[in-house]
């Protein structure tokens, strides 16, 4: 069976996608068996088809449809048709005979008929299968090398009128509509392959404004269209390669597509692609032509992404670097990655000015990005300028008066052997945040967790006193100083468990019970284990009601 087993499921797929996999068993229905394959559908949220082939060069795989599927992975989905398949391992070969024996008797019986007979089947088929119909309507049309009635139908196919409702095509549709719209990547595809690249240029280049107007209107969330996209800038470059157009018509072409307004991802064309259709008079007019727009639009995104592309492909660090230039960030994030780029090009001593550039350009600075800070800190570390690196950090911190700032700013203070002195400087500024009520957003006083942090537990807990704390850090608090001021922590433990003992759910309970053991930890140290003793009886008493809670007091024996 092409090595399907559970290993070589699990290797194909990794250990967490195999593990999920399991769990989609009893999902999988109309498992059909075909000689060197197995589809069935799996349902999860939708309905997704998936296939394992046994026989392929690299031995056993698959495909689904799902989206991650679609990404080309090996999905929970086809974890789980594997191991339906394997559950079956005594009717598997039975079935594949089957199949081939199924597939020989068609194909004997269909070389039996005639013509007649053939076109009357096929035709029974057309009338039933809408699809099929245009397929073959666009061949009969490109063989007539009727260009309108191909136009006209490729326009049918990326309408979104049959599935829009009110105008709008809904998520549970946009899988039909996608399927339909890639019915015009093929029908341009066949053009190139009859012959008819010319004309697939044209029309891959008008399905591509089309398909970019009506993504507007599709729920495109699982980027079914984005594919279609693809694939249509994949016809385009199959059709160029095969009529090989005038160079300077397809470079402004390009430009054009990467620059203009419909454009919208979905038909990424990169123009390094086309470079051995272009030429060097193609390329040549290519940068010309992106050099013309950018300089008149020197902060457009499309304009800079175009000219920085053309430049770092043809190694022009200057280039790339001017492009960056001519838009600079408030926040040092552009002057950052001009110093990378120069790093890159063996240039450390123009990206440490740039970098340095950055932060004096800065126009807040509590904007200043934090990367780039964390780079020019590495650059005066590895140079050997510790003031420098302390001074930055100390500018940061008092910018942005966070845990992380003040970790940092002790990391370069403590290499600099001058930590005492910025300690205190810093905690001065944490200290009149606390006093003047100044928190996060979130939580308790950075000053609480600055001390805790540095291990001082009487200072912090003195601030937490005198500043206030929230639960996490009064907790963490807790945690710590049970062992030297247990009677302080035993009133943070019993303040906090209070309110769950009225409150259901295992996470509550669990919560509750790691605060049973601080108590009982607390009661040991105090010397006074019986008033524990006393309060957890209380407790079973109250809430004997509550199994799950009964059952994990008495996994911790309390």
Same mark, same amino acid.
């Given at each position: 069976?092409?090595?399907?087993?559970?290993?070589?499921?699990?290797?194909?797929?990794?250990?967490?996608?195999?593990?999920?996999?399991?769990?989609?068993?009893?999902?999988?229905?109309?498992?059909?068996?075909?000689?060197?394959?197995?589809?069935?559908?799996?349902?999860?949220?939708?309905?997704?088809?998936?296939?394992?082939? !046994?026989?392929?060069?690299?031995?056993?795989?698959?495909?689904?449809?799902?989206?991650?599927?679609?990404?080309?992975? !090996?999905?929970?989905?086809?974890?789980?048709?594997?191991?339906?398949?394997?559950?079956?391992?005594?009717?598997?070969?039975?079935?594949?005979?089957?199949?081939?024996?199924?597939?020989?008797?068609?194909?004997?019986?269909?070389?039996?008929?005639?013509?007649?007979?053939?076109?009357?089947?096929?035709?029974?088929?057309?009338?039933?299968?809408?699809?099929?119909?245009?397929?073959?309507?666009?061949?009969?049309?490109?063989?007539?090398?009727?260009?309108?009635?191909?136009?006209?139908?490729?326009?049918?196919?990326?309408?979104?009128?049959?599935?829009?409702?009110?105008?709008?095509?809904?998520?549970?549709?946009?899988?039909?509509?996608?399927?339909?719209?890639?019915?015009?990547?093929?029908?341009?595809?066949?053009?190139?392959?009859?012959?008819?690249?010319?004309?697939?240029?044209?029309?891959?280049?008008?399905?591509?404004?089309?398909?970019?107007?009506?993504?507007?209107?599709?729920?495109?969330?699982?980027?079914?269209?984005?594919?279609?996209?693809?694939?249509?800038?994949?016809?385009?470059?199959?059709?160029?390669?095969?009529?090989?157009?005038?160079?300077?018509?397809?470079?402004?072409?390009?430009?054009?597509?990467?620059?203009?307004?419909?454009?919208?991802?979905?038909?990424?064309?990169?123009?390094?692609?086309?470079?051995?259709?272009?030429?060097?008079?193609?390329?040549?007019?290519?940068?010309?032509?992106?050099?013309?727009?950018?300089?008149?639009?020197?902060?457009?995104?499309?304009?800079?992404?175009?000219?920085?592309?053309?430049?770092?492909?043809?190694?022009?660090?200057?280039?790339?670097?001017?492009?960056?230039?001519?838009?600079?960030?408030?926040?040092?994030?552009?002057?950052?990655?001009?110093?990378?780029?120069?790093?890159?090009?063996?240039?450390?001593?123009?990206?440490?000015?740039?970098?340095?550039?950055?932060?004096?350009?800065?126009?807040?600075?509590?904007?200043?990005?934090?990367?780039?800070?964390?780079?020019?800190?590495?650059?005066?570390?590895?140079?050997?300028?510790?003031?420098?690196?302390?001074?930055?950090?100390?500018?940061? !911190?008092?910018?942005?008066?966070?845990?992380?700032?003040?970790?940092?700013?002790?990391?370069?203070?403590?290499?600099?052997?001058?930590?005492?002195?910025?300690?205190?400087?810093?905690?001065?500024?944490?200290?009149?945040?606390?006093?003047?009520?100044?928190?996060?957003?979130?939580?308790?006083?950075?000053?609480?967790?600055?001390?805790?942090?540095?291990?001082?537990?009487?200072?912090?807990?003195?601030?937490?006193?005198?500043?206030?704390?929230?639960?996490?850090?009064?907790?963490?608090?807790?945690?710590?100083?049970?062992?030297?001021?247990?009677?302080?922590?035993?009133?943070?433990?019993?303040?906090?468990?209070?309110?769950?003992?009225?409150?259901?759910?295992?996470?509550?309970?669990?919560?509750?019970?790691?605060?049973?053991?601080?108590?009982?930890?607390?009661?040991?140290?105090?010397?006074?284990?019986?008033?524990?003793?006393?309060?957890?009886?209380?407790?079973?008493?109250?809430?004997?009601?509550?199994?799950?809670?009964?059952?994990?007091?008495?996994?911790?024996?309390?």
């Amino acid at each position: 069976m092409g090595g399907l087993t559970e290993a070589g499921l699990k290797k194909l797929a990794g250990a967490r996608s195999f593990e999920r996999g399991r769990g989609y068993l009893d999902a999988v229905s109309g498992v059909e068996v075909g000689d060197g394959w197995v589809s069935a559908s799996v349902h999860g949220t939708e309905r997704y088809e998936a296939q394992l082939t !046994f026989d392929g060069p690299g031995g056993l795989g698959g495909e689904c449809d799902c989206p991650y599927g679609l990404e080309g992975n !090996f999905c929970k989905h086809l974890v789980a048709l594997g191991l339906t398949v394997l559950a079956r391992p005594a009717s598997l070969p039975r079935q594949r005979k089957a199949a081939r024996d199924r597939a020989k008797d068609l194909d004997r019986w269909l070389s039996a008929r005639s013509k007649d007979e053939l076109l009357a089947l096929l035709r029974e088929q057309v009338d039933e299968d809408r699809q099929l119909r245009r397929r073959l309507e666009l061949r009969a049309a490109s063989t007539r090398g009727d260009l309108t009635t191909i136009r006209a139908r490729i326009r049918e196919l990326l309408d979104i009128d049959p599935f829009a409702q009110y105008g709008y095509v809904e998520y549970a549709d946009a899988r039909a509509y996608a399927d339909q719209a890639g019915q015009a990547v093929s029908a341009i595809g066949a053009l190139t392959g009859s012959g008819r690249a010319t004309d697939a240029i044209a029309l891959a280049g008008e399905a591509m404004e089309q398909l970019a107007r009506a993504v507007e209107c599709v729920d495109d969330s699982d980027g079914w269209l984005g594919q279609v996209g693809a694939g249509l800038a994949d016809a385009h470059l199959d059709a160029c390669r095969a009529a090989r157009p005038a160079p300077g018509e397809l470079a402004r072409w390009l430009v054009g597509h990467a620059l203009g307004d419909v454009d919208d991802g979905l038909t990424d064309l990169d123009p390094l692609d086309y470079e051995d259709v272009l030429g060097v008079e193609g390329m040549a007019t290519l940068r010309k032509l992106a050099v013309e727009a950018w300089r008149a639009n020197r902060r457009g995104w499309a304009e800079k992404y175009l000219m920085e592309r053309l430049a770092k492909a043809g190694g022009d660090v200057d280039t790339v670097i001017a492009v960056h230039a001519a838009d600079l960030s408030p926040d040092g994030h552009t002057h950052l990655a001009i110093a990378r780029e120069l790093d890159a090009a063996q240039r450390p001593d123009e990206a440490l000015r740039w970098a340095e550039r950055g932060i004096r350009d800065a126009r807040d600075p509590a904007a200043v990005n934090t990367a780039l800070v964390d780079y020019l800190c590495d650059r005066y570390a590895q140079a050997g300028r510790l003031a420098d690196a302390v001074a930055l950090r100390r500018d940061h !911190f008092g910018a942005h008066r966070a845990l992380l700032s003040y970790q940092q700013l002790r990391v370069a203070a403590r290499a600099a052997d001058c930590w005492p002195a910025e300690r205190e400087g810093a905690l001065a500024l944490l200290r009149a945040d606390a006093g003047q009520r100044t928190q996060r957003g979130y939580g308790g006083p950075v000053l609480v967790d600055a001390l805790l942090d540095d291990e001082d537990i009487d200072a912090a807990w003195q601030a937490a006193a005198e500043a206030g704390a929230d639960d996490r850090q009064w907790l963490t608090l807790a945690d710590q100083a049970r062992a030297t001021r247990p009677a302080d922590a035993l009133g943070v433990y019993l303040r906090l468990a209070e309110p769950l003992t009225q409150q259901t759910g295992n996470r509550v309970y669990a919560h509750l019970v790691s605060l049973l053991l601080g108590i009982q930890d607390c009661h040991r140290h105090l010397g006074t284990p019986e008033e524990f003793t006393e309060y957890a009886s209380a407790l079973r008493t109250a809430h004997k009601r509550r199994r799950n809670l009964m059952r994990l007091m008495d996994e911790h024996h309390l």
